[in-house]
């Protein structure tokens, strides 16, 4: 409880972007948009792979906290394939040809979370991979995917014709990850046990805030400065 307490100023920055508030409001620029969809889309496509890596860190019977760990990643692995074709069903209702989003070009910087899951899924502990993948990055972006969902302005802003499939993945994740973040975080604690060293439960604290930094990160290069400053200024006027 004190980890999640101490990580929640963090987290609460990523729903407070700037770049969700003008999704949600219906008047996100085409350019951001493309940025974001195809920004985003290595990570989206990534996450099996991450919860792979530590899949590979599990040994069965190990412990208690490597069994439950090793249950749930092999069960969730394969919902979270289906999560990359319903992105790309987002992308193409936003305006974002699947093509583009499969084969663009990255706007500059915003590896930033894509590279931090990679690192931290192969190369630390499978307690500290779960807390940054599946708790951090995935209960933020239900945080989020919430605040978009219920957005009327923003669901108007797609098209009709197919809108029900263009907000699947939104949707998904808005209900989906409500409970999956807090399955990943018992995970956590199970592997942690009931009294963990205090560095060791301040290194996994510090992996869940550099994933909530990370996703700032990405958001802020996928944000275009000059269509930003222009839709500011019709709002303003």
């Known amino acids: 409880q004190d980890m999640v307490a101490s990580c929640a100023q963090e987290r609460q920055s990523v729903l407070d972007h700037e770049l969700f508030q003008l999704m949600k409001e219906g008047i996100l620029d085409p350019v951001s948009t493309r940025n974001f969809m195809v920004g985003v889309w ?4 990534r996450f099996p792979g991450y919860m792979s890596h530590n899949l590979l860190k599990t040994r069965f019977g190990r412990s208690e906290g490597d069994n439950l760990a090793r ?10 394939q289906n999560h990359a074709e319903y992105w790309l069903n987002w992308a193409e209702g936003a305006g974002v040809a699947r093509h583009e989003v499969l084969e663009g070009n990255l706007p500059k910087g915003s590896q930033s979370l894509a590279d931090w ?26 945080d989020w995917s919430q605040l978009v969902y219920e957005s009327q302005a923003y669901a108007t802003s797609l ?18 990850d409500d409970t999956h ?15 963990p060293p205090a560095d060791m439960v301040e290194h996994v604290a510090e992996c869940i805030r550099r994933s909530y930094v990370s996703m700032r990160v990405t958001l802020d ?8 400053l222009d839709t500011l200024s019709d709002v303003a006027a």
């Open 42 to 45: 290595p990570v989206i496509e």
């Open 71 to 80: 249950r749930w990643l092999v069960r969730n692995i394969r919902v979270e």
């Open 117 to 142: 899951c990679e690192e931290v899924s192969s190369n630390d502990s499978l307690a500290a991979g779960i807390a940054a993948t599946n708790y951090a990055v995935e209960g933020a972006t239900g």
């Open 159 to 176: 098209p009709e014709t197919g809108r029900k499939a263009s907000l699947r993945w939104l949707q998904l994740h808005a209900a989906y």
């Open 181 to 195: 973040p807090w399955e990943a975080l018992e995970i956590v604690c199970a592997l942690m046990g009931m009294t």
């Open 221 to 228: 290069r996928c944000l275009d400065a000059r269509a930003r």
